[in-house]
């Protein structure tokens, strides 16, 4: 069993700048960040390899927001810039203890955090 817990949430306006953090409690082969908003449909967002050598970022985000992990720590990051009023949601954290084929499908994961909540206002 894998526990998430999600931190660095928070409101910011737009143009500025968030840091997401997930640790997890054990070991992961992916792990991968989602976003739910209002009325919407929860979309992927980054996901990462275990070793960190493999990325995969939603092209609404891409060039924006950067997936990163600390192994020594179990922690992924997700550094969001120049964030924008539509990048409003609940942010989830995700991780399967392998891999799998469809890194940015919800559907993909067995374990998801409590998720953090960014808001950014206009």
């Known amino acids: 069993q894998v526990q998430l817990v999600e931190s660095g949430g928070g409101s910011v306006q737009a143009g500025g700048s968030l840091r997401l953090s997930c640790a997890a409690s054990?070991?992961?082969?992916?792990m991968g960040w989602f976003r739910q908003g209002p009325g919407k449909e929860r979309e992927g967002v980054a996901a990462?390899?275990?070793?960190?050598?493999?990325?995969w970022t939603a092209a609404s985000v891409k060039g924006r927001f950067t997936i990163s992990r600390d192994n020594a720590e179990n922690t992924v990051y997700l550094q969001m810039n120049s964030l924008k009023p539509d990048d409003t949601a609940l942010y989830y954290c995700?991780?399967?203890?392998?891999?799998?084929?469809?890194?940015?499908?919800?559907?993909?994961?067995?374990?998801w955090g409590q998720g953090t909540q960014v808001t950014v206002s206009s």
């Open positions: 995700a991780a399967h203890n392998r891999m799998v084929n469809l890194p940015l499908r919800a559907s993909s994961y067995n374990y």
């Open positions: 990462i390899s275990a070793d960190g050598s493999r990325t």
């Open positions: 054990g070991d992961t082969a992916i």
